[in-house]
């Protein structure tokens, strides 16, 4: 099977895999080459997966959506992580989130100022057009 990890600006991952463990809304699943058509919502979690020559994966993932068709699992998923052990995940998770908070709060920063920035010029034309 071809799993592919789509994240909304790359591939995070496309590889040749024999098994994905999962979890939905549903609970855990598991994914094997001969199982049928599938789609789950997915909750924020690890997903397992065992490369070609056996070796576990482990992919941190928020919400997101799994779809397999024929041999192709995709995930499509804002936030994903990869890694080799859970301890080494957790502490590339912690990192990743505390960097996408840090942009997130410049974007709310940058956002509030742009709004500011309208009203301000707004108003000026608003007086402007009562001279």
């Known amino acids: ?4 990890v789509l994240l909304p600006t790359s591939i995070l991952l496309d590889e040749t895999v024999t098994k994905v463990v999962a979890e939905g809304q549903n609970g855990l699943f598991c994914l094997l080459p001969k199982h049928v058509d599938f789609v789950s919502a997915l909750v924020p979690g690890i997903l397992t997966f065992q490369t070609e020559d056996q070796v576990e994966q482990y992919l941190a993932v928020g919400e997101g ?4 068709t024929d041999s192709i699992i995709r995930v499509s998923t804002r936030h994903a992580v990869r890694g080799t052990d859970l301890g080494q ?3 590339k998770v912690k990192y990743e989130f505390e960097s996408l908070d840090d ?3 410049a974007a709310r920063t940058a956002i509030a100022q742009l709004e500011v920035d309208f009203a301000r010029r707004f108003l000026q034309l608003k007086e402007r057009s009562h001279v």
């Open 1 to 4: 099977m071809i799993l592919k």
């Open 65 to 68: 959506i799994l779809v397999k």
């Open 89 to 91: 995940l957790r502490q």
């Open 103 to 105: 942009r997130e709060r």
